[in-house]
């Protein structure tokens, strides 16, 4: 396998980062980067790691990071994961406040520790602090549930004073959005299995509309209208498909869609093969509405969605 980090590769360019992955020999890896400066998503950060997760330090190979903001690679606990050293020395300020660094979180003792632990370091409101919390442990449930990866999900998050936005990126290694899906949702290729998941009232866990008692569907779609709502960002990269969600449009009404198709979006089909799934989230944290009134508005959406699917699925043809 081969990775490249550009100059920059947040989500609003993250095909920058994709165009730079080779799959190649999942046994080894390398990994390359831009020179001057680096300006990195959390989401790249946990695909590396979930990559070589497994892999012995031998088979992981890393360029010398000559970019002055490298060291923001080591402080997030990269090269920890990659088993190797930087050979950068850095003063470890205390990360309250400012960042999550990675993190393995591979069963749900280690989710609660987790969650435990992350939200005193964000310092934020309790208004704020509720979509992170859901957001974090319905994406790391999702990989107990749904992933089948011996290694977990990779976590991590970093906190941006100026913009007063979190970025969130979480990755696992396993079995990946379609493969989970057809178990009870065949799909012709990955981009469909991707849109089909973030439709509410889908799930793997059965093919009933509507999903059931324990796994109603709707984790994703809900992860996405929070985007939504907050005009941010938010990829999904699973297979060789990418759904990426676009900022709204000031402009823009406030509809909640339970067609993915309907959001205003960006997709790729031919992406390198990224075995697993692979979610990164832009939260703006002074435009985020309450928490609670932006619920109401998601459930009427995914009522309404599974009303209408139950519909269409248990309609009977009419013959004249």
Not at 94 to 107: A, E, H, M, Y
């Amino acid at each position: 396998m081969k990775l490249h980090l550009p100059h920059g590769a947040f989500l609003g360019n993250f095909d920058q980062f994709i165009q730079g992955f080779d799959p190649g020999d999942h046994k080894k890896i390398s990994i390359t980067a831009a020179d001057r400066w680096l300006w990195i998503h959390p989401l790249c950060l946990s695909m590396i790691a979930a990559l070589a997760s497994g892999l012995e330090a031998k088979n992981i190979r890393c360029q010398k990071i000559t970019a002055k903001s490298g060291h923001y690679l080591e402080r997030m606990g990269l090269f920890k994961f990659l088993g190797i050293k930087s050979g950068m020395r850095i003063s470890r300020h205390d990360p309250s406040g400012r960042f999550i660094p990675l993190t393995q979180i591979k069963n749900s003792t280690d989710l609660t520790k987790f969650i435990t632990e992350m939200i005193p370091l964000l310092h934020l409101q309790p208004k704020q602090v509720e979509p992170i919390r859901y957001i974090v442990s319905e994406l790391v449930r999702n990989v107990f549930e749904h992933a089948a990866s011996t290694q977990g999900a990779f976590v991590c998050a970093q906190y941006y004073a100026r913009s007063n936005t979190i970025r969130i990126g979480i990755a696992d290694t396993g079995i990946g959005i379609r493969e989970s899906l057809g178990r009870s949702w065949p799909t012709a290729n990955d981009l469909e299995a991707i849109e089909l998941a973030l439709t509410p009232g889908i799930t793997g866990a059965t093919s009933r509309a509507g999903g059931t008692a324990l796994n109603a569907g709707a984790g994703l779609f809900f992860i996405k209208s929070i985007a939504y709502t907050n005009r941010n960002f938010f990829i999904i990269y699973s297979g060789a498909a990418m759904y990426k969600l676009l900022k709204k449009k000031l402009s823009d009404p406030l509809i909640l869609h339970a067609n993915p198709h309907l959001d205003r979006h960006s997709e790729n089909k031919n992406a390198p093969k990224w075995q697993g799934a692979a979610i990164g989230i832009d939260i703006s944290l002074d435009s985020t509405s309450e928490f609670t009134a932006l619920l109401d508005l998601i459930r009427n959406t995914y009522s309404r969605a599974v009303k209408e699917r139950k519909e269409q699925q248990f309609k009977k043809p009419k013959f004249i």
